[in-house]
């Protein structure tokens, strides 16, 4: 045929185009590898999913536990901070009542002012106390005789392992510092003659890890309880012990010719409706 081709019976067929509808085996192993491939990176993009939600769990179990012992040790942590903070606060107070007693005239200015302090109360009959337990602000500004933190003296009591600041005032921070002098009472000194005192000293009891108080009600009489002013030893012994409401006013005030030291403390344990009270004699 003009301008065609003729193919004989014996020729070989064409090959085909790329474009052909047709695919040969070469191709179609070529698909497959692909296929293959692509289904190996879905699954390692889903393992390396499982594995990142999988640490983000343990990462999240690990707070917890981490949390968790936080919360349980915390206590102990604050009692032994607590502790420390007592042990520098009662420092600074000894290197101050060290410094005062240099300066003679000073000294006994300070002692004159508790002394006549005391005398007041007793000559009117502690007119200002009305609460057991919230009279919060200090008696003295100690900072005039160079005494920092508000501490007065130390509380020591060996029999019930006692060893603390004396704030004066009962306020929250010197109740979770140490124990706190209740104003319009009694400042613990040596007795003056004709005067008669009760200091009334606060203290927490079950706070938190620290001991505080919690053993003031294991004293009995006779048990020894002594007061580190800053002119000398004070000592005291145990005369009784009383549960009293906290509007009872008449409990903790002067008692006519004795010279007493109070020790006050929330009860029953880990509650705040009573109060344990430990009267004291000097001696």
Known sequence: MRGGRHFDKGDAPPELGLCDSAVGPEAASDDSRAGASASRRGGRARGSTSRVGGALLKL??????????????????DAALTSL????????????????????????????????YNRAL?????????????YTEPSFDLTSWG????????????????DMPLYLGATEAHLS????????????????AGVSANAVVAGHRGYRANTFFNNIVNLVEGDEVYVDTPWGEV?????????IDPADIDAVKIQ????????VTCHPLYHNYQRYVVYCDQV
């Open 256 to 263: 006519p010719g004795r010279t007493m030291l109070t020790l």
């Open 122 to 134: 007793d000559e009117t009959g502690q007119a200002g106390l009305r609460d057991a337990w919230s």
């Open 177 to 192: 510092a140490g124990a706190a002098h209740l104003t319009q009472t009694s400042l613990p000194v040596r007795a003056v």
């Open 235 to 243: 000592g005291y012994r145990v005369s009784g012990t009383a549960v």
């Open 85 to 116: 903070r007592m042990g520098e606060a009662a420092a600074r107070y000894d290197a101050a009542v060290a410094e005062l007693a240099e300066d003679e005239l000073l000294y006994r200015d300070f002692l004159c002012a508790v002394d006549d």
């Open 60 to 77: 999240l179990a690990l707070c917890m536990v981490l949390a968790g012992l936080i919360v349980f040790i915390w206590p102990y942590i």
């Open 147 to 162: 005494i920092p933190d508000d501490v007065y003296a130390r509380l020591r009591i060996p029999v019930a392992d006692i």
